[in-house]
């Protein structure tokens, strides 16, 4: 059925748009007028009759983004309506009006006439699986199963505020030095390009040997003074060449492995990776979802090759009736605290709360430890940037003390 969007006035001449399906562009100004909203213009949105919906995405994608927030701030507003008692269609069709995005509006617009069609809400979910992640398809898909939707999506909501809250947590604490790196490297730049040539133009007719550090401050600013574009354009090409050796699969596991073993942002990026996975199998399991099913699942969210394949190689032990402690200490890279709590949680038969907790305590360590490492940056940084300066003015003031010796 065709979507169509609509500017119209209401009963008290407010102006409001939205998205409303017809068969007709007639009849979908019928259906406005019908609800005592007065149609100013109605745009064809896309015909979905007949289309394949990868496709329609496909020529979405390029031009519009879904972000994150607002899939979970979708997902915790349906979960109140749906717990409200609404059904799901008309729940959907309530959140439409409300999306600020044209873009997640068709989306949801397509899902609803999907369901309508006798989908179920998890294979419409998945049409658009650039959006809405494994995880959160097969535990919509398990909250269908068991009766407990309201309850699940309640879950998706809570799992993607905390992980964009800690996102956008270590993204505050890291604008600070990132801010100051690129103004002192800014800074750095227009001394060597601007001051330093001006400056160092009086020796040039001085007949006596510079300093070895004149001779090499004049020699780095005239490289930065002619070359500067290079630079810049070497580093694009390393950025390039990098991105394109990461989509390899032994690129890939070639730098996931190097990131690993580096000794400070190594820790970070295991802690956060066992976070996520003990969130994400911690809620599979709590909302039905069984064991392996749920190990199949969180291998593709861990974001590095090599715990990606310790966690399948933890799904292949326990598929032969291994705990899953045990199957995830014989691969040797989960931490050992992580070990321990599942252990205590398969015996004490609480596995999914100590998976929770694990996903706290991890959450908690990479905050406190980027913390601590934001605030040793801070003195590192202006340390390193007095050393530049400091050579700087050591470099010029050399000369001047030499011709001065000379002059007495």
Same mark, same amino acid.
């Given at each position: 059925?065709? /979507?169509?969007?609509?500017?119209?006035?209401?009963?008290?001449?407010?102006?409001?748009?939205?998205?409303?399906?017809?068969e007709?562009?007639?009849?979908a100004?019928?259906?406005?007028?019908?609800?005592?909203?007065f149609?100013?213009?109605?745009?064809? @949105?896309?015909d979905t009759?007949?289309?394949?919906?990868p496709?329609?995405?496909?020529?979405?994608?390029?031009f &519009?983004?879904?972000?994150?927030?607002?899939v979970?701030?979708?997902?915790? *507003?349906?979960?109140?309506?749906v717990?409200?008692?609404?059904p799901? /269609?008309?729940?959907i069709e309530?959140?439409?009006?409300?999306?600020?995005?044209?873009?997640?509006?068709?989306?949801?617009?397509?899902?609803?006439?999907?369901?309508?069609?006798?989908?179920?809400?998890?294979?419409a979910?998945s049409?658009?699986p650039?959006?809405?992640?494994?995880?959160?398809?097969?535990?919509?898909?398990?909250?269908e199963t068991?009766?407990?939707? $309201?309850? @699940?999506?309640?879950?998706?909501? %809570?799992?993607?505020?905390?992980?964009h809250?800690?996102?956008?947590?270590?993204?505050t604490?890291?604008?600070?030095p990132?801010?100051?790196s690129?103004?002192?490297?800014?800074?750095?730049?227009f001394?060597?390009?601007?001051?330093?040539?001006n400056?160092t133009?009086?020796?040039?007719?001085?007949? *006596?040997?510079?300093?070895?550090? &004149?001779r090499?401050?004049?020699?780095?600013?005239?490289?930065?003074k002619?070359?500067?574009?290079?630079?810049?354009?070497?580093?694009?090409?390393?950025?390039f060449?990098?991105?394109?050796?990461k989509?390899?699969?032994?690129?890939r596991?070639?730098m996931d492995?190097t990131v690993?073993?580096?000794?400070?942002?190594?820790?970070i990026?295991?802690?956060?990776?066992?976070?996520?996975?003990?969130r994400t199998?911690?809620?599979?399991? %709590?909302?039905?979802?069984?064991?392996?099913?749920?190990?199949?699942?969180v291998?593709?969210?861990?974001?590095?090759?090599?715990?990606?394949?310790?966690?399948e190689?933890?799904t292949?032990?326990?598929?032969?009736?291994?705990?899953?402690?045990?199957?995830?200490?014989? &691969?040797?890279?989960?931490p050992q605290?992580?070990? *321990? #709590?599942?252990?205590?949680?398969e015996?004490?038969? %609480?596995? $999914?709360?100590?998976l929770?907790?694990?996903?706290?305590?991890?959450?908690?360590? /990479?905050?406190? &430890?980027?913390?601590?490492?934001?605030?040793?940056?801070e003195?590192? #940084?202006?340390?390193f940037?007095?050393?530049?300066?400091?050579?700087i003015?050591l470099s010029?003031?050399?000369?001047?003390f %030499?011709?001065?010796?000379?002059i007495v």
């Open positions: 059925m065709p /979507v169509y969007e609509y500017t119209a006035i209401d009963l008290r001449g407010k102006h409001v748009s939205g998205i409303i399906d017809a007709s562009d007639v009849i100004r019928q259906k406005l007028r019908t609800s005592n909203t149609p100013v213009s109605v745009k064809t @949105v896309h009759a007949g289309k394949k919906e496709f329609a995405f496909i020529l979405i994608r390029p &519009t983004r879904i972000r994150p927030v607002e979970s701030m979708m997902t915790r *507003q349906l979960a109140t309506v717990g409200a008692g609404f799901l /269609v008309s729940a309530t959140l439409i009006p409300q999306t600020k995005s044209h873009a997640f509006k068709r989306i949801l617009a397509r899902i609803r006439d999907l369901i309508v069609e006798g989908n179920s809400f998890a294979n979910l049409r658009y650039g959006i809405f992640s494994p995880l959160y398809i097969n535990m919509v898909h398990a909250g068991s009766g407990t939707l $309201e309850i @699940v999506l309640e879950r998706l909501a %809570e799992i993607t505020e905390k992980q809250a800690l996102k956008n947590r270590i993204r604490v890291l604008i600070y990132i801010f100051m690129f103004l002192g490297v800014i800074l750095l730049l001394l060597m390009t601007f001051i330093v040539p400056i133009s009086i020796f040039s007719d001085m007949d *006596q040997v510079l300093p070895a550090p &004149t090499f401050l004049i020699v780095a600013s005239d490289l930065l002619s070359f500067w574009w290079l630079i810049f354009a070497m580093i694009g090409l390393i950025i060449a990098v991105r394109g050796f989509k390899t699969k032994q690129g596991l070639l492995k690993l073993m580096s000794p400070i942002i190594g820790p990026i295991k802690k956060l990776a066992v976070a996520r996975f003990s199998l911690g809620s599979l399991l %709590e909302n039905g979802v069984s064991m392996l099913p749920a190990l199949y699942i291998k593709n969210i861990a974001g590095n090759v090599l715990i990606s394949e310790a966690v190689a933890s292949e032990e326990v598929s032969r009736g291994v705990g899953l402690g045990n199957a995830m200490a014989a &691969t040797k890279i989960f605290l992580s070990i *321990q #709590m599942i252990q205590v949680g015996q004490s038969g %609480e596995l $999914e709360t100590m929770d907790k694990i996903a706290d305590v991890y959450e908690n360590e /990479v905050e406190t &430890t980027v913390m601590n490492l934001t605030s040793l940056l003195p590192v #940084m202006i340390l940037m007095g050393i530049v300066v400091g050579f003015v010029i003031c050399l000369p001047i %030499e011709m001065n010796q000379l």
